[in-house]
């Protein structure tokens, strides 16, 4: 497990390499040792996730026995654009490319980071 502060790029902060898994965490420190998460995302722009990566975020995070939520707390769908190569997160079942306006497929397909 890699953490960079927010202001940081996902993909530097893993050197470019894949991962398992991205997103935004915010953390609550209550002590030096009692640390928690309150809120988590697979809010990636650099890798888009699929929410389905929740498992192996679990898995880390109980790993280094780190107290979270059963799931993320905010799931981002995200898209390929077909036509203008753009990234997008779909918002409240909208599925068209906030660039170029054309239609998202309705499945994730982004198999160039896989």
Not at 10 to 32: I, K
Not at 37 to 42: K, P, Q
Not at 44 to 72: K, M, N, Q
Request: glycine share 8%; with cysteine; charged share 25%.
């Amino acid at each position: 497990m890699l953490i960079a502060d927010r202001h940081s790029e996902h993909v530097a902060c893993a050197a470019g390499r894949n991962v398992l898994a991205a997103g935004e965490v915010f953390f609550v420190v209550e002590s030096p040792s009692s640390v928690h998460i309150d809120e988590i995302s697979n809010q990636s722009t650099g890798y888009c996730p699929r929410s389905d990566c929740w498992e192996a975020v679990a898995l880390a995070l109980d790993r280094i026995g780190l107290s979270h939520p059963r799931d993320f707390t905010t799931i981002c769908t995200f898209r390929k654009c077909g036509s203008c190569g753009e990234r997008n997160i779909v918002k409240d079942g909208w599925f068209y490319c906030d660039v170029c306006g054309e239609a998202l497929p309705e499945k994730w397909n982004f198999t160039d980071l896989e």
